[in-house]
Protein backbone atom coordinates (compact mmCIF):
# COMPACT_ATOMS: atom_id res chain seq x y z
CA UNK A 1 0.00 0.00 0.00
CA UNK A 2 1.55 3.44 -1.08
CA UNK A 3 0.57 6.46 0.44
CA UNK A 4 -2.30 8.56 -0.38
CA UNK A 5 -0.86 10.51 -3.27
CA UNK A 6 0.37 7.71 -4.72
CA UNK A 7 -2.87 5.77 -4.73
CA UNK A 8 -4.79 8.87 -5.85
CA UNK A 9 -2.80 9.39 -8.81
CA UNK A 10 -2.81 5.24 -9.58
CA UNK A 11 -6.73 5.97 -9.01
CA UNK A 12 -6.83 9.15 -11.43
CA UNK A 13 -4.90 6.90 -14.09
CA UNK A 14 -7.24 3.71 -13.77
CA UNK A 15 -9.85 6.42 -14.34
CA UNK A 16 -8.68 8.09 -17.51
CA UNK A 17 -7.48 4.65 -18.71
CA UNK A 18 -11.15 3.00 -17.94
CA UNK A 19 -12.27 6.38 -20.51
CA UNK A 20 -10.35 5.32 -23.54
CA UNK A 21 -11.61 1.88 -22.75
CA UNK A 22 -9.30 -0.27 -21.44
CA UNK A 23 -10.15 -3.07 -19.17
CA UNK A 24 -9.34 -1.92 -15.72
CA UNK A 25 -12.51 -1.88 -13.82
CA UNK A 26 -11.47 -4.68 -11.60
CA UNK A 27 -8.21 -2.94 -10.47
CA UNK A 28 -9.67 0.42 -10.55
CA UNK A 29 -11.91 -0.88 -7.79
CA UNK A 30 -9.74 -2.00 -5.41
CA UNK A 31 -7.19 0.89 -5.65
CA UNK A 32 -10.51 2.68 -5.33
CA UNK A 33 -10.91 0.60 -1.56
CA UNK A 34 -7.13 0.86 -0.78
CA UNK A 35 -8.22 4.66 -1.20
CA UNK A 36 -10.67 4.47 0.88
CA UNK A 37 -8.77 2.94 3.70
CA UNK A 38 -6.01 5.16 3.02
CA UNK A 39 -8.54 8.26 3.82
CA UNK A 40 -9.33 6.56 6.87
CA UNK A 41 -6.24 5.91 8.03
CA UNK A 42 -5.52 9.74 7.53
CA UNK A 43 -9.07 10.73 9.37
CA UNK A 44 -8.06 8.66 12.36
CA UNK A 45 -5.07 10.77 12.83
CA UNK A 46 -7.07 13.46 12.33
CA UNK A 47 -9.45 12.83 15.41
CA UNK A 48 -6.29 12.08 17.03
CA UNK A 49 -4.67 15.43 16.88
CA UNK A 50 -8.09 17.20 17.36
CA UNK A 51 -7.78 15.69 21.03
CA UNK A 52 -4.63 16.60 21.26
CA UNK A 53 -5.44 20.06 20.15
CA UNK A 54 -8.68 20.31 22.44
CA UNK A 55 -6.45 18.86 25.35
CA UNK A 56 -3.97 21.91 24.43
CA UNK A 57 -6.39 24.60 24.31
CA UNK A 58 -8.13 23.65 27.41
CA UNK A 59 -4.62 23.60 29.26
CA UNK A 60 -4.32 27.14 27.57
CA UNK A 61 -7.60 28.50 28.79
CA UNK A 62 -6.42 27.21 32.43
CA UNK A 63 -3.01 28.94 32.78
CA UNK A 64 -5.25 32.57 31.49
CA UNK A 65 -7.80 32.11 33.94
CA UNK A 66 -4.46 31.40 36.17
CA UNK A 67 -2.93 34.03 35.18
CA UNK A 68 -5.75 36.24 35.33
CA UNK A 69 -5.87 35.23 38.88
CA UNK A 70 -2.68 36.16 39.37
CA UNK A 71 -2.55 39.92 38.07
CA UNK A 72 -6.05 40.50 39.55
CA UNK A 73 -4.65 39.64 42.77
CA UNK A 74 -1.21 42.26 42.30
CA UNK A 75 -3.95 44.78 41.41
CA UNK A 76 -5.24 44.43 44.60
CA UNK A 77 -2.09 44.36 46.08
CA UNK A 78 -1.16 47.69 44.52
CA UNK A 79 -4.76 49.16 45.37
CA UNK A 80 -4.11 48.09 49.12
CA UNK A 81 -1.15 49.66 49.37
CA UNK A 82 -2.06 52.61 47.27
CA UNK A 83 -5.21 53.55 49.44
CA UNK A 84 -3.51 52.94 52.68
CA UNK A 85 -0.35 55.34 51.46
CA UNK A 86 -3.36 57.68 50.37
CA UNK A 87 -5.40 57.76 53.73
CA UNK A 88 -2.37 58.22 55.93
CA UNK A 89 -1.02 61.31 53.47
CA UNK A 90 1.93 59.15 53.07
CA UNK A 91 3.40 60.03 49.77
CA UNK A 92 6.53 58.57 49.45
CA UNK A 93 9.10 56.56 51.73
CA UNK A 94 11.73 54.13 51.81
CA UNK A 95 11.85 50.59 52.59
CA UNK A 96 14.49 48.06 52.12
CA UNK A 97 15.44 48.15 48.54
CA UNK A 98 11.76 49.52 47.47
CA UNK A 99 10.76 52.88 47.59
CA UNK A 100 7.19 53.65 46.84
CA UNK A 101 6.00 56.99 46.01
CA UNK A 102 2.50 58.47 44.56
CA UNK A 103 3.32 59.84 41.57
CA UNK A 104 0.77 61.84 38.76
CA UNK A 105 0.21 59.50 35.67
CA UNK A 106 2.30 60.65 32.54
CA UNK A 107 1.13 60.95 28.83
CA UNK A 108 -1.83 63.44 27.75
CA UNK A 109 -4.40 64.93 30.17
CA UNK A 110 -7.48 63.31 30.06
CA UNK A 111 -10.57 64.82 28.80
CA UNK A 112 -13.76 64.75 31.33
CA UNK A 113 -16.83 65.06 29.16
CA UNK A 114 -19.72 67.07 30.03
CA UNK A 115 -22.03 65.26 28.29
CA UNK A 116 -23.14 61.33 28.36
CA UNK A 117 -20.46 58.57 27.46
CA UNK A 118 -20.73 55.43 26.30
CA UNK A 119 -19.61 52.35 28.01
CA UNK A 120 -15.85 53.32 27.03
CA UNK A 121 -15.92 56.63 27.95
CA UNK A 122 -16.88 58.29 24.42
CA UNK A 123 -19.11 60.87 24.57
CA UNK A 124 -22.61 59.97 22.72
CA UNK A 125 -22.23 61.96 19.15
CA UNK A 126 -25.87 62.93 19.24
CA UNK A 127 -25.15 64.30 22.84
CA UNK A 128 -22.82 66.80 21.69
CA UNK A 129 -23.62 70.56 21.86
CA UNK A 130 -24.51 72.01 17.90
CA UNK A 131 -21.34 74.55 18.09
CA UNK A 132 -19.25 70.98 18.81
CA UNK A 133 -16.25 71.87 16.28
CA UNK A 134 -17.09 69.33 13.39
CA UNK A 135 -13.01 68.56 12.55
CA UNK A 136 -13.07 67.09 16.04
CA UNK A 137 -15.07 64.30 14.59
CA UNK A 138 -14.13 60.95 12.90
CA UNK A 139 -15.71 59.14 10.61
CA UNK A 140 -15.19 55.89 9.93
CA UNK A 141 -16.50 54.46 5.79
CA UNK A 142 -16.79 50.84 5.69
CA UNK A 143 -18.36 48.65 2.94
CA UNK A 144 -21.62 47.07 3.93
CA UNK A 145 -21.86 43.41 1.91
CA UNK A 146 -25.28 42.84 2.36
CA UNK A 147 -26.16 45.89 0.87
CA UNK A 148 -23.68 44.92 -1.92
CA UNK A 149 -25.72 42.04 -2.32
CA UNK A 150 -28.53 43.77 -2.21
CA UNK A 151 -27.55 45.70 -4.71
CA UNK A 152 -26.59 43.43 -7.35
CA UNK A 153 -29.78 41.41 -6.87
CA UNK A 154 -31.62 44.33 -7.57
CA UNK A 155 -29.86 46.02 -10.19
CA UNK A 156 -27.68 43.20 -11.66
CA UNK A 157 -25.19 45.91 -11.84
CA UNK A 158 -21.76 43.82 -11.58
CA UNK A 159 -19.24 46.83 -12.60
CA UNK A 160 -17.63 46.98 -9.01
CA UNK A 161 -18.03 43.48 -7.67
CA UNK A 162 -19.34 40.21 -8.41
CA UNK A 163 -20.46 36.99 -6.99
CA UNK A 164 -17.77 34.09 -7.01
CA UNK A 165 -18.80 30.35 -6.62
CA UNK A 166 -19.25 29.64 -3.26
CA UNK A 167 -15.98 26.98 -2.15
CA UNK A 168 -15.73 23.34 -1.20
CA UNK A 169 -15.16 21.51 1.88
CA UNK A 170 -14.09 17.95 3.44
CA UNK A 171 -17.51 17.26 5.75
CA UNK A 172 -17.35 13.93 8.08
CA UNK A 173 -19.98 12.74 10.34
Known sequence: MGNIYEITADVQRLQDALEVGEDCELELTEKGEELQ????????VYKNLEVIGNGLKAEIQRMKDRLDTIDKAMERIK???????????????????????????????????????????????????????????????????TAVRKYIDETGDMTFAEYEERGTRLSVR
Open 79 to 145: ATIYEAMIKTDMSKFEQGTFKFSIVKNGGKLPIKWNVRTDMDGKPIVAELPENFPKDCLKTTVTVDN
Open 37 to 44: LKILAYWH
